[in-house]
Structures are given as structure tokens and as C-alpha cells.
């Protein structure tokens, strides 16, 4: 299967850390400065950080469940997550992203 070239969410493309909390000269911490990512379609939009790469906690880090790519590989055979009813989320726990499906919001289906 080929990969697909996607934009860096986290820093949206420039290669350089979104919030400069070291230097403005600082690298991006998901993309290492690359610009881009090489992913394996099909991709789904992050649920948990709603595709901005950002982890929603506020931190300014990138989101754990992406890891600032913004995306998720999700097989053709994919469902809404039953645990978080495709928010990304953990219910109850503001901030942490669903276990079973990884933040995606999406599971896959035999």
C-alpha cells in the first residue's frame, strides 16, 4: 500500500515548535522539523484533538493519541467507538483519550 504525504498538524506544516516555548528556532516536537508526515491511507481525523495535533489537556503539547500528526490510520471497516460514542475522549476523564480506540473516535469491525 503506498503512503501518503500529510502536513504536519501539530506545527501546520512549518516545521518549527507552534507555541516557540524554547526559541522561536525550535524544532517541531512531532515532526522533528520534517514539515510532514509519511501515512498509510485511510486516514481518519483525530478525535481527541479534533485533527489540530494540539493535545486538548492545553498544555501545549502535542496530543497523545496522534502524536500531532492529526490523523489515524483506520481500517475501511471502521465503526464508531462504543466507549466514547466517537468522541476520542475517555468518558469521564477529561483530557485522556479513549483506550480501546486510541483517541480516533473509531474501532475496527470484523
Known amino acids: 500500500m503506498s503512503q501518503q ?12 515548535d507552534r507555541f516557540r516555548v524554547m526559541s522561536a528556532l ?18 481518519v481525523k483525530c478525535a481527541h484533538c479534533r485533527g489540530s495535533g494540539v493535545s486538548p489537556t492545553g498544555t501545549r503539547n502535542p496530543c497523545l493519541a496522534c502524536r500531532g500528526k492529526g490523523v489515524h490510520h483506520r481500517s475501511p471497516k471502521a465503526a464508531k467507538c462504543p466507549h466514547c ?18 483517541g480516533s473516535g473509531v474501532q475496527f469491525t470484523p
Request: aromatic content about 6%; proline content about 12%; overall charge positive.
Open 26 to 43: 525550535s524544532t517541531c516536537p512531532a515532526c522533528h522539523g520534517k514539515k510532514c508526515h509519511h501515512l498509510t491511507p485511510p486516514l
Open 5 to 16: 504525504i500529510q502536513p504536519c498538524a501539530y506545527c501546520r506544516g512549518t516545521g518549527k
Open 85 to 102: 460514542l466517537g468522541s476520542g475522549t475517555a468518558p469521564g476523564n477529561l483530557g485522556f483519550y479513549c483506550i480501546p480506540c486510541h
